[in-house]
């Protein structure tokens, strides 16, 4: 393979040089970070202007009971660390992103349930895609329009 290169970092340090960057995309990672604003912030500065970040990952659609912000297990199950939508969004916008989106995917709810069918995780949290864009800089975007 020629077109693909593995490098190993870290997701609030990305090892891409700013700027470079088409389209950021994972599942399931963000929300273990304990500095998502950091990660927004880096995914914004690698990626070019009109670059996209497009991500799934679990997030919080209640409140979440403190036994649970609490349990290691869970958060290393992507649970425990899983951000309130309202505030990924403030989050993703303080980081400098447009037209952000975040959808709780319908259906998620029955394989949130068997993560831990004691703990009605399905009330709470569910997966989710988040989107959003980086805006070109006045002057890019009138030089893709010309
Ligand atoms: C739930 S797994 C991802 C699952 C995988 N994307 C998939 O779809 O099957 C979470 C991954 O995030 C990685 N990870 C955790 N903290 C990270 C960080 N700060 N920066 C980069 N990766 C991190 C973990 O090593 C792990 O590989």
Known sequence: MT??????GEMEALPVADDSVDVIICN?????????????????????????LAVTDIV???????????DLALHVACVA?????DELKSMLEGAGF????????NGSRDLVREW???KNLEDFIASATIEAIKP????????ATD
Do not use: H, W, Y
């Open 28 to 52: 399931c990672v963000m929300n273990l970070s304990p500095e998502k604003p950091k990660v927004f912030e880096e995914a914004f500065c690698v990626l070019k202007g009109g670059g996209r």
């Open 116 to 118: 831990a069918p004691d």
């Open 136 to 143: 070109r800089r006045k002057r890019e975007a009138d030089m």
């Open 3 to 8: 077109n693909v290169e593995f490098r190993l």
């Open 98 to 105: 447009a037209d952000v989106r975040i959808a709780p995917l």
């Open 60 to 70: 919080a659609t209640a409140q979440l009971p403190g036994e649970v912000k609490q």
């Open 81 to 85: 660390g899983a951000a309130p939508m």
